[in-house]
């Protein structure tokens, strides 16, 4: 079973950029996709991007797209998450996610086969 450790959240200005890095403790299989999901407080965890692991396709809700990117080095078993112009907002816990199968804006909490334990992003103003 994949196991998933986040880092890079943190405290940025509004405006700002910030760099989420997952990264995995073993191979991930073809088969895979990976993916970010967010949670703000008293909210239900949503969709935010996902990625094949064979040939890099990817899905954004449309509330990030244009302003995040998804990539992923499969060498390092670790994706990415390039967040810019970050608006002023709520705090939030962004989750790194693995499944074997397709991750998109329709994936359901009990779909996911692997969760990381989530890194908390703080925009400022």
């Known amino acids: 079973q994949v196991q998933l450790v986040e880092s890079g959240g943190g405290l940025v200005r509004a405006g700002g950029s910030l760099n989420l890095s997952c990264a995995a403790s073993?191979?991930?299989?073809?088969?895979?996709?990976m993916g970010w999901f967010r949670q703000a407080p008293g909210k239900e965890r949503e969709f935010v991007t996902s990625i094949s692991w064979n040939i890099g396709v990817t899905s954004y809700a449309d509330s990030v797209k244009g302003r995040f990117t998804i990539s992923r080095d499969n060498a390092k078993n670790t994706v990415y998450l390039q967040m810019n112009n970050l608006p002023p907002e709520d705090p939030a816990v962004y989750y790194c996610a693995a499944r074997l199968g397709i991750v998109s804006m329709k994936t359901k909490d009990y779909d996911i086969d692997c969760w990381g334990k989530g890194t908390r992003v703080t925009v400022s103003s």
């Open positions: 073993g191979r991930i299989s073809s088969s895979y996709f």
